[in-house]
Nanobody
């Protein structure tokens, strides 16, 4: 059974940094492209970044140059290093596979996410 557990969120001042982690289980992690999404209050979930199983990366324009995605296949973990944070980065952050993985019920599976709040 797939499980994605995000961690590392918290309250940070504008201009600050955070590193998010996502531990995956129930999948052969090294075979999957991994992604980060976020959902701000009252908004739809949006794509942030992807890292392929070969290590190639891509970013949404809104975070390019400020966020860095990485992975450690030995730990089945994907990371998101966030710097120069802005109030508009406030959101719940989720990781997933690409394409989005399905749960036992056939629906898209999402973990609980981790909340990032950027505020002074």
């Amino acid at each position: 059974q797939v499980q994605l557990v995000e961690s590392g969120g918290g309250l940070v001042q504008p201009g600050g940094s955070l590193r998010l982690s996502c531990a995956a289980s129930g999948i052969i992690f090294s075979l999957y492209d991994m992604t980060w999404y976020r959902q701000a209050p009252g908004k739809r979930r949006e794509f942030i970044s992807v890292i392929t199983n070969g290590g190639s990366t891509n970013y949404a324009d809104s975070v390019k140059g400020r966020f860095t995605i990485s992975r450690d296949n030995a730990k089945n973990t994907v990371y998101l290093q966030m710097s120069s944070l802005k109030p508009e980065d406030t959101a719940v952050y989720y990781c997933n596979t690409n394409p989005i993985i399905k749960g036992r019920d056939g629906m898209d599976y999402w973990g609980k996410g981790t909340l990032v709040t950027v505020s002074s």
